[in-house]
Structures are given as structure tokens and as C-alpha cells.
């Protein structure tokens, strides 16, 4: 009697009262054994030689949900490898199952291993119609066998003596698992540029009959995952769980009943690389420090460069001529309103914000304590600088959550005195070439070029993304707040010294010692989301209310801000701060612990363009031009120039 079965980790019920009719019992409780008309399956295990617990601590028995670090000693060129050769023996994870033939004579079985990240993924059905794909399932990071070409394995004949065999092999996780010609260059398979996802992998074992391969029962673009069908890529999860290969007959689809939990985690003391297009080794050499520079050995082991800022030099302002510790020299509000009045227009400094001129002089990798120290450097008298630090990851990814454990600079000194920078970890695309192109803009296309005004042309691929925590001290402009005219134009008796005290107005004087966190998306003016609109709306996320702003229907981003004690985040010995960036939304988290995090901005498909492209991690201390802040109480030409250096520490970075 033919009978047939899907499996999956939900439909197991209803089928186990039939299996025990056909089949001895399983090993394995928790992955019993499975049978078709033909044959019957038990005891999948994809991770036979993997049996790292969650808690990082080595399992005595293959049960329980796995957990791998990403190994960031893997040759550069591969992309990350899951796992890698310095993790398994032999660069793989062995598997295995036990098939049993339940026919009357010897037979073939043909079997092939799926994988897909859970984490950060599309359902494979469409939520309207499960009989149908969902259109963005395609997205998901899946693959199967390193060769994509590879497609089923035919087992050798099997008795049909009433006996379960075992059947092994051995795969890995690795970049571009569709072999997408996207990614290659010069022949070349660039695997890090699709490098694999962080978070949880499940894994799905399917075996059938080698009749059903031959009579394309099971098509060509599911066997082979990197063919195309009707111009599209398919999702086999979706095909197996929910489609055509659901309702096959003599095809079981054994999904493993645990997963593989993948942790990016950079070290910040292995190193900061100096990347040679800013700063040229024929000029500048290539050892700086024993842990930073561009040689080999740096190039291949650190996971943090120097970022090096792009000024922009229509930001040029006038500064006034003064050195200042503004959070220890006790700079009041006094100070800053004789200084803003005092100099005149001849006398003040005109800067834009400045980049290092020398490599590793302002960024510090300590291979001891593990982290990067980072430090605006403090300005000479006539040597005018007002210079912006920062790191940048070199290994890109898509999705994760992105959390940063620091103690950057306070911004604010006891009087309520803004230092002029402005604390910034953000995320940013890792290269804006077509490999690394967003999702289509469908209605009106995204703006082309991160300047160029609402004139600018609009395309339908763009690969430029970002996605934003700037802290700083200005106001919540939503709606459209700003100081009143008469204290933005300074229209103080300059001839009057006891008017140099003029209060802030009152509803800012009682956020002396708040910061505004903004969380901003940029999604480049593209109008697909449904509920995308300029100006000032509400969001609501878990019963919390974020007010998202736009600059009009063409503006770049959209940003929402909360006050926070600036005591708090930069006072403390450390904060964290997390961007959860997901398929179909972003969540921003700040907090003391990482299990005391609490949310502090939100947006989601409905809104904004979620980017889905490779984006890198940025920690850096800025000195803003004001002018991109309106309303902000305190202008940046009227802050003085650093009398020392500003550190900013970073202490672990995780995405999962």
C-alpha cells in the first residue's frame, strides 16, 4: 500500500500513530523515524561532529541547539565559513542519517540537505495564499552542498532486510550558496560578498526515490538551486513544506529538530587595518604600530580599519578662535554666549570637520584588553582642527542584531554645555556597486546619489544604505521645533555684559542634561511603503508611540529622537547600544546591561525601505555641522576647539 507523507517539525503528530505500524522505534525521541511506501528514515543529525551547547561549553550528546562563533581567521577571500578548519577537522559538518527499505528487493534512495537561516528570513508562504511563494521567500539565505550544481545523492543499493543503514556526507555553510553570477568577479566567486547570516539555521534532509529525479517530479531549479525559473530563484523550503514537493509520493522531508546558532563576534584587539586607497603605502609605509597598519599579517587577522570621514567642503563655517576643555574647564552658558558674540566675523576660523592625516595616530587596538580606543585629538593654537575618529568592521552582512558594548564620550559638561560632538554607531553599505544593490523601488525609484537635492534622477536599484544611532545635543524637531527666532538671530545687547546670561527658553532649560537619540533609516525617498508620508507620524510599536520624521516627501531618511540622560549613557563605565535590523523592520536599543536594553526607536516596511543589502558597523565621535540639526540650541562654530584629547573606548561588538 503506497502512503504519502510530509513530514515537518509540525505535522509530526498526526503521522506517528501510522509510523509505528511500519517501523521499529526511533533511537532519538526527539527526531523519530519517518516512513513513505518504500522505505523509512531516522536519527537525521546534519551536525554529527558540532556539539558546542549554547552556553559555548561541549555537549556529551548531539541534542540541544548547537552555537558557533564565526571564525575570522578564515581566509578573507572565501567569505566566512561555517564551519571552518579551524573549527572541524576537515572544514565540514559530517552528517548522517539511518534509512531503512521497506520494498521487496534491493534498492537506490536519493537523498540532498537544505539549510536556511530562521533568524532573518521571509515566510516561504505567501500569508494570503500558502499554496503560493511568498515574493520576497527568494531573499532568504538557503543553500544546500557547496557545489551548487551538486544536486541528489544516490545511495548505493540497500537490502530490503528489515535493517536501518546509515547513510553520511558532509557539507558546510558558506558565502553566495546559489553560486549567484552577481557575485563573481573575473571569473571569480567573491563569496564574501553574500556572506551567510547570523543567527539560527535549521536544516531539512529530503530523500526519495532516484524515479522521481528522472522524471523531473522534483524540477531542476529545486535540485539545482542555482538555476532560475521563469526569470526567478525558488525557495526549496517553501517547494518541500509547502508546494508540489509537500505532496509527493515515496519523498520524505525530515526536518532536524534543533538549530545552528551562528554568532559574529570581532575582536577588537586583533588589530586595525590601514587601507591603502586613503592612505598610500609609498607615502605613509605600511607598519605603523605592532597592531595597526596594512601588512599581511594585520590585513589578514583584524576586523576593524580606520574610518576615514568624507567632508564634505560646502560645510565650511567660521569658528571661533578658542581652546577649550569644555567638560572640565567648567564652560558655561556664559562663556559660550560672550564667545558666539564676542569675535568678529574676520577673526573667526573658517574649518570644515577634518579627517586624521596620519594613520593609527588616533585609533588604538589593544591586543590585551581586547578593545579600541579611539580619541578626537586635542587642537594647537593656529593649528585649527576640530578632527572626527572613528572604526569601521571589514566583513559585511545583512541583518542581524548589531550591539555594541562602549564607553564613548560624554557630550555634556555639569552645566548643561554641549562639547560639540556627536556619538554615532551606525551601520553603512559596504560597497555601492550593482553586487550590492537594495531591492527594487518599484513606484517612483530611490533617489540616485546621497546629495543632489529633489532634483536628482530617479533609479530603480540603488546600493546605498544606512541605518543610524547619532547622539548629540540638540532638540526634537517633530513637528517642525525650533528655538524662537529671537534667540536664533542672537538678538542679545552685545554692548550689555549682564545680558550674557540669557536663559534658554524654559521647555529646553529642563533638558539641560538630556542628549536626543536619533534613530534614522535611510531609505533614499523611496515611496513603495504603503503608509510613507513626509512630515511628522506616529508609529506604533508595543503599545510604545515613535514619531517619525521626514523633511517632505523627498527627503533621504526618516528619523525619530529620544531624550536620554546624557549621565547615563556616557557617564556610566559602559552602555550598550543595539540596531536589531530585521527583514521588515529596525528596532534600536540602548541600556546598562545587555539584558536591561530597552527600545528607543522603531520603524518598519509600512513606513520606510528596510535596506536588505551588506552593510558594515561605524563607531565613531563627530563634530556635526549644526546646520544639519535645525533648532539645535548650541552651534558648533561657537564651540571651542578641544584642549585635549576626547577618548571614546569600545569594548566588545556582537551580531547575531
Same mark, same amino acid.
Given at each position: 500500500? =503506497? =502512503? ?14 501510522? *509510523? ?12 523519530? +523515524? ?47 565559513? $561555517? ?27 536519493? !537523498? ?5 537561516? /530562521? ?18 521567500? &527568494? ?46 568577479? @573575473?571569473?571569480?566567486?567573491?563569496? &564574501? ?32 538551486? +542555482?538555476?532560475?525559473?521563469? +526569470? ?23 526536518? !532536524? ?88 566675523? /574676520? ?8 579627517? +586624521? ?90 533617489? *540616485? ?7 536628482? /534622477? ?29 534667540? @536664533? ?9 549682564? @545680558? ?10 529642563? =533638558? ?49 529622537? =529620544? ?17 536589531? &535590523?530585521?527583514?521588515?523592520?529596525? $528596532?534600536?536599543?540602548?541600556?546598562? /546591561? $545587555? ?6 526607536? !522603531?520603524?518598519? @516596511? ?51
Amino acid at each position: 500500500m =503506497m =502512503m504519502r507523507q510530509l513530514f515537518s517539525t509540525y505535522l509530526l503528530v498526526p503521522w506517528m500513530i501510522l *509510523a509505528s505500524l511500519m517501523v521499529s522505534c526511533s533511537r532519538n525521541p526527539e527526531n523519530p +523515524s519517518i516512513a513513505s511506501g518504500e522505505f523509512a528514515v531516522r536519527d537525521f543529525n546534519p551536525m554529527v561532529n558540532w556539539k558546542t551547547d549554547p552556553d559555548g561549553k561541549e555537549s556529551s550528546v548531539a541534542v540541544g541547539n548547537r552555537l558557533l562563533f564565526l571564525d575570522y581567521l578564515a581566509p578573507r577571500t572565501t567569505g566566512f565559513l $561555517i564551519p571552518s578548519s579551524n573549527q572541524t577537522q576537515d572544514g565540514l559538518f559530517h552528517m548522517e542519517f539511518y534509512l531503512m527499505n521497506t520494498g521487496d528487493e534491493p534498492q537506490k534512495f536519493a !537523498y540532498k540537505i537544505f539549510y536556511q537561516n /530562521e533568524s532573518y528570513k521571509f515566510p516561504e508562504a505567501d500569508p494570503a495564499d500558502t499554496l503560493k511563494e511568498h515574493p520576497f521567500a &527568494w531573499e532568504n539565505f538557503y543553500g544546500s552542498w557547496e557545489n551548487a550544481g551538486k544536486t541528489f545523492v544516490i545511495t548505493e543499493a540497500i537490502p530490503a532486510d528489515g535493517e536501518f543503514h546509515k547513510v553520511t556526507d558532509a557539507f558546510r555553510i558558506v558565502g553566495n550558496p546559489r553560486d549567484e553570477q552577481r557575485y563573481y568577479e @573575473n571569473g571569480q566567486n567573491d563569496r &564574501w560578498k553574500r556572506n551567510p547570516r547570523t543567527g539560527e539555521y535549521s536544516f531539512l534532509l529530503v530523500v526519495t526515490l532516484p524515479a522521481l529525479i528522472d522524471s523531473n517530479a522534483i524540477p531542476p531549479w529545486i535540485r539545482d538551486i +542555482s538555476l532560475m525559473h521563469d +526569470s526567478a530563484f525558488l525557495n526549496p523550503y517553501f517547494f518541500f513544506l509547502y508546494g508540489n514537493g509537500s505532496r509527493l509520493p515515496n519523498t520524505l522531508v525530515n526536518r !532536524y529538530p534543533h538549530t545552528l546558532k551562528v554568532i559574529a563576534k570581532p575582536d577588537p584587539g586583533a588589530g586595525i587595518y590601514i587601507n591603502p586607497w586613503y592612505y598610500p603605502a609609498d607615502k605613509y609605509g605600511r607598519s605603523f604600530t605592532s597592531n595597526c597598519g596594512n601588512n599581511d599579517a594585520i590585513y589578514q587577522k583584524a576586523a576593524f580599519e580606520q574610518f576615514v570621514h568624507y567632508i564634505d567642503p560646502t560645510t565650511k563655517y567660521g569658528n571661533i578662535p578658542i581652546i577649550a576643555d569644555v567638560l572640565n574647564d567648567g564652560y558655561s552658558l556664559r562663556d559660550y554666549n560672550w564667545n558666539q558674540r564676542f569675535y568678529r566675523k /574676520e577673526e573667526l576660523v573658517a574649518i570644515t570637520a577634518s579627517t +586624521s592625516k596620519h594613520p593609527c595616530e588616533t585609533v588604538i587596538s589593544d591586543p590585551v584588553q581586547h578593545e579600541i580606543v579611539i580619541k578626537n585629538p586635542a587642537t594647537k593654537f593656529g593649528e585649527w582642527e576640530k578632527q572626527n575618529v572613528g572604526v569601521i568592521t571589514r566583513h559585511g552582512f545583512t541583518y542581524g542584531k548589531w550591539t555594541v558594548k562602549a564607553k564613548l564620550t560624554e557630550l555634556l559638561n555639569k552645566k548643561g554645555l554641549w562639547n560639540g560632538l556627536t556619538n554615532a554607531i551606525w551601520l553603512i553599505t559596504q560597497d555601492q556597486s550593482p553586487w550590492n544593490y537594495r531591492r527594487d523601488c518599484n513606484k517612483s525609484g530611490y533617489f *540616485a546619489h546621497y546629495y543632489g537635492g529633489d532634483q536628482d /534622477e530617479r533609479v530603480k536599484n540603488i546600493g546605498y544604505s544606512e541605518i543610524d544611532f547619532e547622539i548629540l545635543k540638540t532638540v526634537e524637531y517633530c513637528p517642525n521645533y525650533i528655538l524662537p527666532p529671537a534667540y @536664533n538671530q542672537g538678538l542679545v545687547d552685545q554692548y550689555n555684559v549682564n @545680558n550674557w546670561d540669557v536663559p534658554l527658553p524654559e521647555e529646553v532649560e529642563a =533638558m539641560k542634561d538630556k542628549i536626543l537619540v536619533a534613530c534614522t533609516n535611510w531609505d533614499m525617498a523611496c515611496n513603495d511603503p504603503v503608509n510613507y508620508h513626509g512630515g511628522c507620524n506616529p508609529i506604533v510599536y508595543n503599545d510604545q508611540v515613535f514619531w517619525q520624521h521626514k523633511w517632505g516627501e523627498t527627503y533621504r531618511a526618516i528619523t525619530s529622537k =529620544m531624550p536620554e540622560s546624557d549621565d547615563e549613557l556616557f557617564g556610566s563605565p559602559y552602555y550598550y547600544f543595539q540596531i536589531d &535590523w530585521q527583514p521588515e523592520r529596525i $528596532i534600536w536599543r540602548i541600556g546598562p /546591561e $545587555i539584558d536591561q536594553l530597552r527600545v528607543v526607536g !522603531y520603524v518598519d @516596511n509600512t513606513v520606510t525601505s528596510i535596506p536588505n543589502n551588506q552593510m558594515l558597523l561605524i563607531i565613531s565621535q563627530e563634530f556635526h555641522n549644526t546646520r544639519w540639526w535645525v533648532g539645535s540650541m548650541f552651534d558648533q562654530a561657537s564651540i571651542p576647539f578641544p584642549k585635549n584629547d576626547i577618548i571614546g573606548e569600545i569594548y566588545e561588538v556582537t551580531i547575531e
